[in-house]
Structure formats: C-alpha cells, structure tokens
C-alpha cells in the first residue's frame, strides 16, 4: 500500500528553538493530517490540509500542503517543554474510502 | 466538539479469555469508527474500519474470529480480543469519523493497554 515517509524520525532540541518535520509520498494525497500523540494517549488532531500549497496554522504550528501534492511540512516555532511527543503525518491512500494511512512519526524531544 | 472515549484505559486478563474494549463518540455520531494497534516506537497500524448497522472490514492479515468488532449505534462500537495471548498484549486505538464531515479527519480516543499474562 502506499506508505508516507516521515523525516526526521526523532529530533532532540532546545527549549525555544524552532522545528521543521516533514512527509513525503510517492503518491498525490488529496488531504494530510497532523496528529500529536503524548505518551499512552491517542493522536490529536493539530492541523487538516486540503489544497495544494495550503498554509494552514494553529498557534505555534504551522503546516503546508506541499505543491507536488507529494509532501506536507510541519514546523513548530519557539519550543516548550510539552510541545514533547510523537507527531504523526497522515493521509487517504488512494485519496478514496475512510481510512488513513500514517507515516511513521517523528519524536519530538525538547531540553528545558 | 469530537471527543472520543475509549474503556477501560488499561486491562490486564490471562491467557486464553476474552477482553472486550469499548469505544465511544461522546458528542457526535459516527458512521465509521477505525480500530488501530500500535507497538511501542511504532506507529499506528489500523486493524479494522467500524460500519455502524454492517460487518466491520478487516485489513489484511487481522484474523476477525479473533478481533471480533461491533458497531451497534452511532455513537458505540466494541473491539473483542477472543482467547487472549501474550503476543495479544498492545496498544488498542480507536477513532471516529463525524457523520457529517465529507473530510477524512479521524477523532481518536485515548487508547486502551492490554496486557496477556
């Protein structure tokens, strides 16, 4: 199936540095989703794209859909301490049906 | 709104019984609820996509006389582990898709740990 790849897989940073993460597909993804997951939680739901070249933010966060319709970025600017957990990229394989499919996260490490 | 609840949040049975996990969309209905498994460090992977009033629809490789889903109403469904083992032992996830969203965002619960002894 199609498969989202993520990148980096974990990140250590400063408190109030700034962070970039991003999604890659070999395929187009009509919609991309970011999800926040803490640990023994379930994902949150941060930030929904759904055009081409969509800037999208929520707070601190800021998201784009990429051009290509291939990628889609995540930065988080000024980090907190619990801006710490696993961000995860998703989207509909085959842009058709319900599900997601979901990249493989990225951990988010931040040194008060 | 779209506030997923999931019981219990942790559960521990022997090996060979049956634990059955409920999932709930507290203020919204949901057509569609999603069963995930995640391992420790990994990511999600889905099991099972929920159709409230039909059979639910398993991904490859998940056996359904183990994983046995029901999506009663709008705003339920239950995953039951049948004759539970060790390597059963996980991080159960569900979400719910808001009926009225043509959108695919998924509204997850807080997951469920079970552990096989």
């Known amino acids: 199936g199609q498969q989202l790849n993520q990148s980096p897989q974990s990140m250590f940073i400063q408190e109030g540095e700034d962070v970039s993460m991003n999604c890659t597909s070999s395929s187009i993804f009509n919609t991309w989703l970011w999800y926040k997951q803490d640990p023994g939680e379930g994902p949150v739901l941060l930030i929904a794209?759904?055009?081409?070249?969509e800037l999208t933010s929520n707070g601190r966060l800021t998201a784009q859909f990429g051009i290509t319709r291939k990628d889609s970025f995540l930065n988080i600017s000024a980090s907190i301490p619990s801006d710490v957990g696993i961000y995860f990229c998703?989207?509909?394989?085959?842009?058709?049906?319900?599900?997601?499919?979901f990249g493989g996260g990225t951990r988010l490490m931040v040194k008060p | 709104g779209a506030v997923v609840s999931q019981h219990p949040s942790w559960v521990i049975c022997k090996s060979g019984t049956s634990v059955k996990i409920e999932c709930r969309s507290l203020?919204?209905?949901?057509?569609?609820m999603f069963w995930y498994r995640q391992f420790p460090k990994q990511s999600l992977m889905l099991m099972a996509t929920?159709?409230?009033?039909?059979?639910?629809?398993?991904e490859q490789g998940v056996e359904k006389d183990k994983f046995l889903i029901n999506h009663a109403s709008l705003t339920l469904s239950t995953l039951t582990v049948t004759s539970a083992h060790p390597e059963d032992s996980s991080f159960y996830i569900c979400s719910a898709r808001r009926i009225r969203d043509s959108s695919y965002e998924q509204y997850f619960g807080p997951g469920t740990r079970l552990t096989v002894t």
């Open positions: 929920s159709n409230e009033g039909s059979k639910a629809t398993y």
């Open positions: 794209l759904y055009k081409a070249g």
């Open positions: 998703a989207g509909p394989p085959n842009n058709a049906g319900n599900m997601l499919t």
């Open positions: 203020d919204f209905q949901a057509t569609t």
